[in-house]
């Protein structure tokens, strides 16, 4: 039951670093994006707290986060008319 926690956690951060990218790539408001970073974060810890409960007590280091590969496009940059 553990694991299949840990498996909905690292699924759960995934999604919202994935969501925060593309809401990203769409342009986003700067407080949307600030918001999705911060439920990004949460599910982060939440998945680093499963690891810590799946994890035999006499290991003291976390495993290294996995990091998502997504293509990041470079945004243009479109200069107002004034």
């Given amino acids: 039951m553990v694991s299949t926690q840990l ?3 690292e ?3 995934k999604q919202k670093w994935f969501d925060l990218v593309m809401a990203e ?3 986003a408001s700067v407080p949307a994006l600030e918001r999705m970073y911060n439920a990004y974060t949460l599910a ?3 998945y680093n707290r499963c690891i810590v409960d799946t994890r035999p007590a006499e290991q003291t280091e976390l495993p290294p986060l996995p990091v998502p590969s997504l293509p990041v ?10």
Avoid: H, N
Wanted: hydrophobic letters at 25%; proline letters at 5%.
């Fill in 7 to 9: 498996e909905y956690a």
């Fill in 11 to 13: 699924k759960r951060m």
């Fill in 25 to 27: 790539q769409k342009g």
């Fill in 44 to 46: 982060v810890e939440e």
């Fill in 73 to 82: 496009k470079p945004k243009k940059i479109r200069k107002k008319a004034s």
